[in-house]
């Protein structure tokens, strides 16, 4: 396999390769990484080298240690030091109920029925109320749990067993009250499209552990992807690679990961054999290290085809651990053939129960950032199966067992110190009964100003509430707190600096919280 | 330090490695701070300055610190009691170097601690400038582009036109030889790629191979220029500017009839409109003097910007939203300008201040539309088959009411009737694109400042007008859209025309003169060839804004004939190939692979213009909230269109090509980043597209030559995809592969079975299964090679 022709390529190889880090250069040389533009440079241009010299001479499997020229989502160091190697983010797409889960408020219950006060209403902006609506005490019991005492709504069954591990956060803000935009201000920093998810943004800044699969995943359940489209998991400006990977219950796991029809594994195996062989002849006729660059990402293709299937089969896991979720193995909920998935709900939907357990499962893989999405969380009381009283029950028993046990299971594996999970919607729910002309049930309009998300592990302090809301729950009235800190405290944990982690694009610095850096660490929160 | 100290021996082993490299990195740079060369200020040192300076002593007056601007000549030279910040030619006395020197916290800047300081050749920089004489000269962009004489080079002859003087002038100082002309193969697959997206067929290749007249490339540009393929490959790259895509965005995503606008670009560009027409049509078609079908169409451009039909959404706040994407689209496509900065706050680098944007934004804030659900206003242009439709139709229609004036009327009559009404009215709608339409005088808004850029916080009154720093509209002109054209292709911006031609040769070579093309402003990067950028901008007026020109100008040129093989000497003087002392290779574009792989299976349909299609893509991809549409692959050849006609939904854009670096079409995208990554492996080598198309290039293999020549059928394959003969090495590897696939599926019939008709469908009579599936294996590879991957 040696070839004197081939040594003589080294020089030019990594001459070329440096060609095609015109497009590492542009994500990096900005970066503080904690290491200076030059001495990546040249750590990258070492490594190169030796990579091709490697396998060039050798002709064998390519070397898994592959450097962020080689591959983009190679790991790299932190920026400060972090507490949280993985991030899995449950997204309630629809926003849930603060005040009907979290955020008690005996004195509304007083006023269910009357009339809301003017002042609440004199120059706001309300997606469907119009003209004075009511007020609407939350229909649920609230009881404290554990030794923090913290507060819940009895529609929470499983989570009172883990809340001591778990930090409630009660005055969150955003800056947007339509679906669309909240999701993108909340996961990509603007709410406008172009900007980069948080999982890009993680993926970008640290690379993932584990070349075999895509390092930022994405699972969706409720039977609709988020009311932003995948934008909420794109790369925006950032390069497509570190774009989100929406993994799948049904079909193949990763879109195109299966061989064709009449291809097994083996026959795969010679093909991709011919093909690299095909490929390091042009190597020697032309001598582009992009081509080493291809015949490298053709090998972690045979092994992603090989490693997917196998991490995302959830039928692997013992019995208990399967109840424990309640996830259930190739579960095909009814509502996904509905022509309206949520009038087909119903609680014992195993499908956010196995995207919690597959959650687990990349994330002892080595998956950097998961991220749950789950429709059908927008309760405005105006048709079945969108409402207070019957839908957010449902809604409730599909992620309450599943959630407590991801937090349970990561526990008992050593990983939720190492492992974020953040839960929340894209905003909150109004004090007022919505009452729109055809309203129907009790329900609930869109409600920016303050509401509730938790999060546990990662370096989080549980057991505690952080921030309070006025005795209606319209406003913070201690600790109030940004949709932007919450995105700061993630990337912190990670290890990444928000203030810092930044990427050039129209010849500015952007970042996940914004090019203002408007963004605090919320105080009490980090252990 | 802290984190050197963890490193230990990898680190002063890698720093050994940098030094080595470092040499060759970015010459200009390193070479300024030696003092015997001479510092250009536009190239090394306002770079220094705007990114370093400019945030806080720049355009924007908010954040100005201490009254002092340094974009400015006036205030860097002034006398500002005792001190200025440059004294030319007298480094001691200029306070800007014992500022970025000093060692004193209070006085040291940039302020904010040791990894904002400037770095020590940034010093040197700026000192041998001041030691020089602190020559100053305005952001070179914002200054109009003049052609300068072409460098004399001195003993070595290359070169086929103009641009190459300007090449090899720089080539030649940084002694490296231009690579010898490219196989003429290689010419052709290179220029039909650029010129039509699409690999030369078997015969074109066989043609121009035969043709040894000395103007055989000429004419072969002529072709390949006139080629109804060029607009669809040109089309597309305007495309993602326009941000052109089949549904509306946002929540529901809702499917919109916009095709009719792609369709017309392809002609417009097909029929070469001038780039000055090009534009007028796009952006006030609606108003140019009797107006034509055409032109208002063409207003569609604008009215791609998103609709958003969510629930509960303030109209009026995406309204403002899509006035802002149609400024900012406008100043990014045609000015390089990042203006969309200056929507909250004046532009930190450039010269934009917060009124110039709603001053041009007032331009854009006369228009109908209105964030409605209807699309309102919209225009039905039925293309020339449903013209056709309509006129038979209408004739039936006709011919009914006469009949119906003879006798009494019938049920059926009636119901038929109806029928023709309702098909008709289908077509209608199916072509009923938005357009633009101006306010009437009456129902004209009043543009006000967005302070924050928040619409619901109005600041002072505004008029429509061109931002200030920038030439005014000429003396008469009323102030509309139509003025915006005219602008744009005044004499004096200094803009429009670098900007255009700049893309264009990203197109060709992968990266522009300019590599920023989405940014000529003073954070952007300097032209590696300014003078060869001006070159091209100025005669690109001069021939009439003429596309096609611009590109036979391209073409034409030794350099971009060049082979793009890799010599030591080249990848060691300059190894980012900055000088184009070689071809560089680039990765095909997402539709470029598709149309490929269907052009070398012989599956491509030639068929042009249309609504969008939608091929093979994976069940349950489209999960829109609150929208059922269903992606039914398209019926015959229509799964087989060139990617350009494939159906963008914006929520969920076609994953193949989205994965390949495609934009979702949300925005104005300037350029695609090319990547390198499995799961594009993963496309090539699995998606049904491309499964059905090794398919299909199997069939052919399996046809060609004698029965039992396994190595003549392979040969072809590679022909085909390749369009160059095969070589020994090759055949070799893939004789052996087919011999062992063989071997397989002699022995299980059922996989050879499926791989070789699923889902292309049964075999001719009298072919043999397990030969066509052990060829479908041997095409798989073949449509997966890097060369095939790759323009070469």
């Given at each position: 396999m040696i070839q004197s022709d081939m040594l003589s390529l080294i020089p030019i190889l990594e001459m070329r390769m440096r060609l095609k880090m015109t497009l590492e250069r542009e994500i990096f040389?900005?970066?503080?990484?904690?290491?200076?533009r030059r001495h990546f440079f040249g750590q990258a241009g070492l490594s190169l080298g030796s990579i091709a010299l490697a396998q060039m001479l050798?002709?064998?499997?390519?070397?898994?240690?592959?450097?962020v020229a080689q591959n983009p989502l190679a790991p790299r160091r932190t920026m400060i030091p972090g507490k949280a190697k993985h991030v899995i983010y449950l997204h309630m797409a629809g926003s849930p109920s603060q005040l009907d889960l979290f955020d008690d408020k005996p004195e509304l219950r007083k006023y269910t029925g009357k009339a809301c006060p003017d002042e609440l209403l004199k120059g706001k902006r309300f997606a469907f109320i119009r003209g004075v609506p009511n007020m609407l005490g939350s229909p649920f019991k609230f009881l404290k749990h554990g030794q923090s005492g913290t507060e819940l709504s009895e529609l929470w069954q499983h989570l009172p067993s883990v809340i001591d591990k778990v930090a409630v956060l009660k005055t969150v803000k955003t800056d947007q009250f339509n679906h669309g935009p909240a999701q993108l201000y909340l996961?990509?920093?603007?709410?406008?499209?172009g900007g980069a998810s948080i999982g890009s943004w993680a993926t970008y800044g640290l690379g993932s552990e584990?070349?075999?699969?895509?390092g930022f995943v994405v699972l969706t359940s409720g039977g609709k992807t988020p009311d932003a489209g995948k934008s909420v998991w794109g790369s925006g400006y950032l390069p497509s690679v570190y774009q989100g990977v929406q993994c799948r219950s049904e079909g193949d796991p990763v879109l195109f990961l299966a061989n064709p029809p009449g291809l097994d594994r083996p026959g795969r195996r010679r093909t991709l054999d011919a093909l690299k062989q095909l490929n390091e002849e042009q190597t020697k006729a032309i001598g582009d290290p992009e081509t080493v660059t291809r015949i490298a990402q053709y090998e972690l293709a045979y092994r992603m085809q090989m490693t997917a299937p196998e991490v995302m089969?959830?039928?692997?896991?013992?019995k208990h651990i399967l109840e424990m979720y309640g996830a259930v193995p190739g579960f095909v909920p009814e509502s996904d053939s509905a022509a309206d998935p949520r009038t087909a709900?119903?609680?014992?939907?195993a499908q956010f129960a196995n995207n919690c357990l597959l959650a687990r499962r990349l994330v002892e893989s080595g998956v950097r950032f998961v991220q749950l999405f789950d429709w059908g969380?927008?309760?405005?009381?105006?048709?079945?199966?969108?409402?207070?009283?019957?839908?957010l029950p449902i809604k409730v028993r599909q992620i309450d067992r599943a959630i407590t046990a991801l937090i349970k299971d990561l526990d008992q594996r050593g990983l939720l110190n190492e492992t974020l999970i953040v839960w929340g919607g894209e905003f909150g729910r109004t004090p007022m009964a919505q009452n729109s002309p055809n309203q129907k049930f009790p329900g609930r309009d869109h409600h920016p100003y303050a509401f509730t998300m938790f999060m546990a592990g990662g370096g989080i302090k549980g057991g505690q509430t952080i921030g309070k809301t006025d005795d209606i729950g319209y406003?913070?009235?201690?600790q109030p707190l940004d949709v932007r800190d919450i995105q700061a405290t993630i990337l912190n944990q990670l290890g990444l600096d928000p203030w810092k982690l930044h990427f050039n694009y129209q010849g500015l610095d952007q970042r996940l919280i914004g090019?203002?850096?408007?963004a605090t660490l919320p105080k009490g929160l980090i252990a | 330090m802290s984190v050197r100290s963890h490193l230990g021996a990898k680190l002063v082993r890698n720093l050994c490695t940098l030094i080595v490299l470092s040499s060759f990195e970015v010459q200009p740079r390193i070479a300024?701070?030696?003092?015997a060369v001479k510092v250009d200020f536009a190239r090394d040192v306002r770079p220094i300055l705007s990114r370093n300076?400019?945030?806080?002593?720049?355009?924007d007056s908010v954040q100005r610190?201490?009254?002092?601007?340094?974009?400015v000549k006036a205030d860097v030279f002034s006398d500002r009691g005792g001190w200025s910040a440059v004294v030319a030619g007298k480094v001691s006395e200029s306070e800007i170097i014992s500022r970025i020197t000093s060692h004193d916290k209070a006085e040291a800047?940039?302020?904010?601690?040791p990894e904002k300081r400037l770095k020590p050749e940034e010093i040197a920089t700026l000192t041998n400038w001041i030691s020089q004489g602190a020559q100053w000269r305005n952001h070179w962009a914002f200054e109009k582009p003049v052609k300068t004489s072409l460098p004399e080079s001195s003993n070595y002859r290359w070169g086929q036109n103009a641009i190459d003087s300007f090449i090899l002038q720089r080539l030649h100082s940084a002694k490296i030889t231009p690579n010898p002309e490219a196989d003429k193969n290689t010419l052709i697959r290179r220029l039909s790629l650029d010129l039509t997206g699409l690999p030369p067929t078997s015969d074109q290749i066989s043609e121009f191979l035969a043709d040894?007249?000395?103007?055989a490339y000429d004419r072969l540009v002529e072709r390949l220029l006139a080629s109804p393929s060029y607009g669809e490959r040109w089309a597309r790259i305007w495309l993602d500017m326009a941000r052109f895509a089949d549904t509306r965005g946002y929540e529901k995503d809702r499917s919109r009839p916009m095709w009719r606008y792609r369709d017309w670009v392809i002609s417009a560009m097909n029929q070469d409109l001038p780039y000055d027409q090009f534009t007028r049509d796009q952006l006030a078609g609606d108003l140019v003097?009797?107006?034509t079908p055409e032109k208002r169409l063409a207003t569609a451009f604008h009215r791609n910007t998103l609709t958003n039909e969510e629930g509960g959404t303030d109209d009026e706040e995406f309204r403002s939203a899509a006035v802002k994407d149609r400024v900012d689209t406008t100043m990014q496509v045609w000015?390089?300008?990042?203006?969309?900065?200056?929507?909250?706050?004046?532009h930190k680098y450039d010269p934009i201040s917060q009124s110039d944007y709603y001053k041009f934004y007032a331009f854009f804030n006369?228009?109908?539309?209105?964030?409605r659900g209807d699309e309102s206003p919209f225009e039905s242009f039925p293309n020339t088959v449903q013209v056709l439709e309509i006129k038979s139709l209408d004739q039936e229609i006709t011919s009914m009411a006469e009949k119906s004036n003879i006798g009494p009327p019938k049920k059926a009559d009636f119901d038929r009737l109806k029928s023709l009404h309702d098909k008709k009215n289908q077509i209608l709608e199916a072509c009923r694109t938005p357009i633009y339409q101006e306010l009437s005088e009456k129902a004209r808004r009043q543009t006000k400042i967005h302070q924050r850029?928040?619409?619901?916080d109005p600041g002072a009154d505004v008029s429509a007008?061109?931002?200030?720093?920038f030439p005014k509209l000429?003396?008469?002109?009323?102030?509309?859209r139509l003025s915006v054209a005219a602008w744009l292709f005044d004499?004096?911006?200094?803009?429009t025309a670098r900007v255009a031609v700049n893309r264009h040769w990203a197109a060709f070579?992968?990266?522009?003169?300019?590599?920023?093309?989405e940014d000529f402003g003073s954070q952007g990067q300097s032209p590696s060839h300014p003078e060869l950028l001006d070159y091209l901008a100025v005669t690109f007026r001069e021939t009439g804004w003429s596309f096609k020109s611009l590109c036979r100008l391209i073409v034409k040129s030794a350099t971009y004939r060049q082979a793009s093989t890799v010599s030591l000497e080249s990848a060691k003087l300059d190894p980012s190939n900055i000088l184009l002392g070689r071809f560089p290779r680039n990765r095909l574009e997402a539709e470029m692979i598709r149309d490929s792989a269907l052009r070398a299976s012989g599956l491509l349909s030639p068929k042009m213009f249309g609504p969008s299609v939608m091929p093979y893509q994976p069940d349950g991809i489209w999960r829109s909230t609150y929208n059922t549409d269903k992606w039914v692959t398209s019926p015959g050849e229509d799964k087989y269109?060139?990617?350009?006609y494939t159906f963008i939904?914006?929520?969920?854009?076609y994953p193949a090509m989205l994965t390949m670096d495609?934009?979702?079409?949300?925005i104005c995208s300037i350029r695609r980043i090319t990547t390198n990554t499995p799961l594009q492996a993963l496309i090539t080598l699995n998606d049904t597209v491309y499964i059905e198309a090794a398919q299909a290039l199997s069939r052919r293999m399996y046809q060609y030559?004698?029965?039992?020549?396994v190595d003549q059928k392979i040969a072809y394959g590679l022909h085909l995809t390749l369009g160059r003969p095969a070589k020994f090495n090759e055949l070799k590897i893939l004789a052996a592969l087919y011999q062992d696939r063989l071997a397989f599926y002699k022995t299980d019939q059922k996989s050879a079975q499926s791989m070789s008709t699923?889902?292309?469908?049964p075999l001719p009579e009298g072919f043999q299964m397990d030969e066509v599936a052990s060829l479908t294996n041997i095409a798989n590879v073949i449509l997966n090679l890097d060369e095939f991957l790759t323009k070469p």
């Open positions: 040389e900005d970066q503080i990484l904690g290491m200076t050798s002709g064998s499997q390519v070397q898994s240690a592959e450097t996961h990509t920093g603007t709410n406008q499209f584990n070349a075999d699969l895509p089969d959830i039928s692997r896991e013992p709900y119903k609680a014992t939907d969380w927008d309760h405005h009381g105006v048709s079945p199966g969108e409402d207070i009283v019957n839908t406003y913070a009235v201690e090019v203002e850096g408007k | 300024c701070a030696d003092e300076c400019f945030s806080c002593h720049g355009p610190k201490a009254k002092l601007r340094l974009d800047m940039p302020p904010g601690g040894t007249e000395a103007d003097l009797g107006n000015m390089g300008l990042t203006f969309g900065c200056a929507k909250c706050h004046s006369q228009t109908a539309d209105n964030d850029g928040n619409f619901l007008g061109t931002p200030e720093s000429k003396k008469g002109l009323p102030a509309n004499d004096e911006n200094p803009l070579f992968g990266q522009g003169l300019v590599s920023t093309p269109r060139r990617g350009l939904k914006r929520t969920s854009p495609a934009p979702s079409r949300e030559g004698n029965r039992n020549d699923n889902p292309l469908g």
